[in-house]
């Protein structure tokens, strides 16, 4: 037993960050591990930075002192990379096709921070002594660990030893997830979770290739198998919703026919379309492909969720 | 690939971002080749004719014969168009069906060899640019051609796209200026300029513009209001302010949104300040930013307009055309001269080759002595300041 319990704390994933006291992401209050890499490129994705499997520099000129420095002109860091607008060296600009590659080594020699790197390597250990922290507050509020990112079924290995190890520490867990991976994958992972968040982005599956660039077909034939094969976990619906792309009457709808049928799927929220993410974007030299979208008015919002309390037997 | 004089075998492609009339650098080109005897193909949809051949009924190639090429400046590009070209990060589906971007230069580089092609002939923006120069490191003979609707490309007088682009703006906001006198309004017209405000400075001389907001000069809207102030308060009515994409307004107060209830799966680095200097795609908020903070100031109304990729489509104009085809024809003059890594730039009188290490990483912006300066100020338009200095 005790070999079994220092292999899980050994194995290692990328995690983007940690965030503790969240109360958005399943129940009660919360620490989400932001784990990297994703399957999707849904163009309103407001975790740019979760995208790719590796890590990634990034560059925020706001802690940049330009000439006062210019450490990134010079090598180690990549020839062309970093330069100097014509009559403005307060800050260097980044050219992205000659700076991507950027390691963490070289980042790390920027003395003001500007230059960070997305993602880093660590053990379920280190990640589990963080959240173990706010033990007493998942006690007090039905709280736990939620696994985001990105995609967590992309690291299937860690995301499960990560799950196996909260319970074993008493910690309830929920995923937030997709469901683009091969089922093999979601074996892996689901049999350690307790609330499984999944997105159904848009039922339609040519729609869904043109704004996340895959089909849908074998994310339904997962989740239609998840809520069969695991009748313990808590689902939970979601729905990103995005004016002009979903958020129709006819979306909420289709979700809710394919939902319906199984009585594990506790509930259906909806996420309305902001663009918090967009500064990111450019942190990371990234273009953003949504042109002006708006966030959908509150009317809207509350005239599906009355669709949704309806279905679920909650009119008031 | 080889650099002697022999016939040679040149392709051309384009990068993403469409702008009109780039058949005329495809003609200049081709018909230089043709005089040399030398064979062009066009390459379609950026790189993908190449990497992804199978994908067109008749291969990725198309032979670009003089006497078949539509010069049509109506039609689109004959190398059609890709939305993005970069063989370091081309998106695709791997065996496990998941989306992921693979790096493909070394494939490009190895299909450009099979199909015997010596040198590549690249109509790019400064992001294309950067791309090139990483494939010429890696290998490829390449020159580019100079392309962008912002004439933001240093190491060249004018890029190809910019006077269409001007020729139109100045067109609409001869518009804008009939519908703000018509409604005695200010009309706020937000034109393209994300790094440099040329085709807002130009254009805006052009219509005598009130004032011109442009990135290079950092403006407080106070200053702004207190000049169309001062010039409605007599016979004129209305107001006329261009506003480049890329305008720095400061002392605005920023729309922030609610973020209490769309935190859900959101990393913590996100921030609620949507309208940040580091978004990257801003059509329209600094038109409805000036317009707001001018109506806040003054006792007269305003209106937003944007002009956005309006710009992109439609025929090229004549000075573009003539650009154009003389930048296909330096490119393969480039070619026959050994040349290569390099772009071809205009610093008039003459067509010159310029290494790309030196185009790229520079941004060709307003300088403080600018003759655009001193004329404006003589139209009396505004800049933020009373003067229009940097």
Known sequence: MKTQTTNILEVTGTVLNIQRYCSHDGPGTRTNVFIKGCSLRCKWCGNPESIRLKPEVSYDPKKCDGKKCSICLKAPFPEGGFYFAEGDDSKVKVNWQLASRVSSEIASLCPTGALEMFGKTMNVGEVLDEVEKDSSIYRNTGGGMTISGGEVMLQPDFAAALLEEAHNRGINTAVETACNAPWSFLEKVLPHVDTMLHDLKLMNSERHKKWTGVGNERILANFKKAYETFPDIDFIARTPLIPGVNADEEHIRAVLEFIKPHKNVIDYELLPYHRFGLGKYESLGVVYELDDYKTPSDEVVKRFQVMIDEAFGRNK | ?390
């Open chain 2, 1 to 390: 690939m080889s650099t002697d004089k022999r016939n040679k075998r040149v392709a051309i492609m384009v990068g993403a971002g469409y702008i009109p009339g780039i058949n005329a650098v495809v003609a200049g080109a081709a018909l230089s080749a043709g005089k040399l005897g030398w064979e062009l193909v066009g390459i379609l949809d950026g790189f993908e004719g190449i990497l992804y051949p199978e994908k067109y009924p008749n291969g990725g190639l198309i032979d670009i014969n003089p006497q078949i090429l539509n010069l049509d400046p109506n039609t689109g590009s004959v190398l059609g168009q890709s939305a993005r070209v970069d063989p370091f990060n081309v998106r695709t589906i791997n065996e496990l069906e998941m989306v992921e971007e693979v790096d493909m230069s070394d494939e490009l580089l190895k299909k450009l060899k099979a199909e015997k092609i010596d040198a590549i002939i690249s109509i790019v923006g400064g992001r294309g640019m950067s791309i090139l120069y990483q494939l010429h490191k890696k290998g490829l003979n390449t020159v580019c051609v100079p392309r962008s609707i912002e004439n933001d490309i240093a190491s060249t007088s004018v890029s190809f796209g910019f006077n269409t682009a001007l020729t139109f703006t100045i067109d609409m906001l001869d518009r804008a200026r009939l519908a703000a006198k018509a409604a005695r309004k200010i009309a706020v017209v937000e034109v393209l300029g994300e790094e440099t405000g040329w085709i807002a400075l130009q254009a805006g001389i052009a219509v005598a513009a009130d004032a011109v907001l442009i990135p290079e000069i950092p403006v407080d809207l106070k200053n702004v209001a207190e000049h169309l102030k001062n010039k409605m308060s007599g016979k004129k009515s209305w107001g006329l302010v261009v506003v480049a994409q890329g305008a720095k307004i400061i002392h605005q107060k920023k729309n922030e949104e609610k973020v209490s209830s769309l935190k859900a799966s959101l990393s913590p680095l996100a921030t609620g300040d949507s309208n940040s200097e580091y978004v990257i795609n801003k059509s329209g908020q600094a038109a409805q930013a000036v317009a707001e903070g001018l109506q806040l100031r003054i006792a007269e109304e305003t209106f937003p307009m944007v002009i956005g990729h309006w710009v992109r489509g439609g025929a090229p104009s004549a000075v573009d055309r003539q650009l154009g085809v003389a930048y296909g024809a330096g490119a393969i003059q480039a070619l026959e001269a050994g040349k290569n890594g390099v772009m071809v730039s205009f610093v008039p009188p003459d067509v010159k080759f310029v290494p790309l290490a030196e185009a790229i990483n520079k941004v060709r912006t307003i300088q403080a002595e600018s003759m655009f300066f001193k004329v404006a100020n003589s139209l009396d338009i505004y800049f933020g300041k009373k003067e229009a200095s940097i």
